[in-house]
């Protein structure tokens, strides 16, 4: 295995790229609608319904017809779980980290027809389609290292009259349940993590997002990963979701997604079922309400240009985007103009365009966008923005800014997961830290500032699991920044960090007398 080292991003302004991107497209547009069915234990399982998953620029394209599990097929699951377990477990680590690893290597060769689907399938244009892949290629590396490295001899001290030794084994089978929103880097850095541990995986993919998923199965199939080690299970969370966490056998769950769904898996989790023989192991991912802090030090250009990357990008859609930006009084004024110049800049369209923004990604977030910001109206001043745009049927809607918005309002407070962004007044840099810090959230932050001062006061007081300075707030890089949040954004398990495999594993102590 080679050093791992990020995958570069294309540069689409290029045509050989852009070119080829396109060409990929046009090729998946020949083979709709894909298929995305279950696969347990290495079989495919038919299902007597299924999840139709659509383009959200154009939502009367079908992207893919994909399988609905039940509660049946579940249970199938987490037996083909438990009985592949053993044979993995004892698998070497050199060994299974090097079909993690090609998993990876298959995803690059075909770095522009896994993107392509993404854009297709969740909306994202090519640079955020291709970030997405080169993060899931990304963990697939970084982890089967980390697999090798979770192998070695754990150091301990000498004891007189003994041998001592500790050694990390895998949990068992578990259940990995990934949002939408990074539908192929969550969900498969969220498997391989454990896999490459020695772990067999349960794979429920979001609903709005199965294609992917598939594609990712189709790569740790062809990689090498034995049958019923990664077990694919598209169905509704609502419906398959209890039976899933609750079930006895579950060792694990491994769970990225909303506050509500994470406390309710969090609750279930904990209780201990008839059968049960362990305490579930359980990390949960979730929402934010991330605050972007320019202060009067700022360079103003270059903090407006990234509260609106920040803030837009895949429309707003990421746990990590700027949702709050905050000003103090000084630059207020000058940073909201800026900010509504770079916003009424931005083409909105058809992610197969490769336009700035993108359709949300459904149906339902659209209307739930929509409603936070009918309800905004009656909070703060709406500057920009505000409507829906129809287009194609298309899930769109414009990039949206409310100024004067007081933070413990509930545009200062919710997390929206669309393109809104709320702009906030603060008295000094002070003010501004206590108006970040204000919310139940902790996920990602920044402050835009050249006083060394208020940047140490931030690395110290900024209470977020990824801080960010003079940068835009998004675009964590695996084994570079490692990634969760504090507070309610989560168990703060760090993916794409040292430690994440250990989570997924546990430590047995032999002494010997000698
Ligand atoms: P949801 O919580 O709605 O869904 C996440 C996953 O949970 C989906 O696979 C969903 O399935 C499943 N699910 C739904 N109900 C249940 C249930 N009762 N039991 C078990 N699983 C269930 O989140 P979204 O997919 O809408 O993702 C957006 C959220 O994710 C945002 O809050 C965002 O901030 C957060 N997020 C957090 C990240 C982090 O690292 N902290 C990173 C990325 C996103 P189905 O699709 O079938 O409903």
């Known amino acids: 295995m080679k050093p791992y080292a990020p995958v570069p991003y294309s540069d689409f302004a290029e045509d050989s790229p852009r070119e080829s991107y396109e060409a990929a497209l046009a090729s998946i547009a020949a083979q709709l609608p894909g298929q995305a069915p279950l696969i347990i234990g290495g079989e495919v399982r038919e299902t007597a319904s299924s999840i139709a998953s659509v383009n959200p620029a154009k939502p009367d394209i079908l992207i893919a017809n994909a399988g609905s599990a039940s509660a049946e097929d579940a249970d199938a699951a987490l037996a083909a779980a438990w009985e ?107 498997a391989v993590g454990p896999v490459a541990a020695g772990n067999t995986v349960v794979l429920k993919p979001a609903s709005n997002t199965p294609m992917i998923g598939a594609m990712f199965m189709e790569a740790a199939i062809a990689a090498g990963v034995p049958p019923g080690v990664i077990n694919y299970l598209p169905g509704s969370g609502g419906v398959i979701g209890d039976a899933l966490v609750d079930d006895p056998r579950t060792r694990f769950v491994n769970f990225t997604g909303s506050k509500e769904v994470g406390l309710r898996i969090a609750e279930r989790s904990a209780t201990v079922h008839p059968g049960q023989r362990w305490l579930k192991r359980s990390y949960m991912e979730m929402g934010g309400k991330d605050a972007l802090i320019v202060d009067d030090t700022a360079d103003l250009a270059a903090a407006a240009a990234d509260a609106v990357r920040s803030a837009y990008g895949f429309q707003g859609q990421k746990c990590s985007a700027c949702s709050r930006l905050i000003l103090v009084e000084e630059v207020y004024d000058e940073v909201l103009d800026r900010i509504l110049d770079l916003t009424a800049n931005l083409a909105v369209g058809p992610a197969v365009d490769n336009c700035a923004v993108g359709p949300v990604i459904s149906a339902a977030q659209h209307t739930s966008i929509l409603s936070e910001i009918e309800s905004g109206k009656g909070e703060a001043a709406l500057v920009a923005g505000g409507s829906a745009i129809d287009l194609d049927g298309g899930y769109y809607i414009e990039p949206t800014i409310f100024a004067d918005v007081s933070p413990n309002s509930r545009l200062g407070q919710h997390e929206i997961f669309g393109p809104v962004l709320s702009v906030i007044k603060a008295a000094d840099f002070e003010d501004a830290l206590a108006i970040a810090n204000g919310t139940e959230f902790g996920l990602t932050g920044g402050l835009h500032s050249t006083s060394e001062e208020n940047i140490q006061r931030a690395i110290r007081d900024f209470h977020v699991g990824n801080l960010y300075l003079n940068r835009k707030i998004t675009g964590a890089l695996v084994g570079i920044q490692p990634f969760g949040g504090f507070n309610m954004s989560g168990s703060n398990s760090k993916a794409g960090g040292p430690g994440y495999l250990r989570l997924f594993m546990e430590m047995k102590s032999v002494a010997r007398r000698l």
């Open 84 to 190: 592949a377990f053993p044979a993995w477990a004892a698998t070497p680590a050199a060994e299974r980290a090097e079909i993690v690893h090609r998993i990876g290597d298959i995803m690059e060769e075909r770095i522009h027809e896994f993107s392509g689907w993404m854009t297709l399938e969740a909306g994202k244009n090519y640079a955020e389609s291709e970030a997405d892949t080169a993060e899931a290629i990304d963990f697939c590396r970084y982890y089967a290292h980390q697999a090798l490295e979770m192998d070695q001899p754990v150091r301990l001290l000498e004891f007189p009259g003994e041998t001592n030794e500790s050694f990390l084994m895998p949990l068992g089978a578990g259940i990995v349940i990934p949002p939408w929103n990074f539908p192929l880097a969550i969900l498969c850095g969220m």
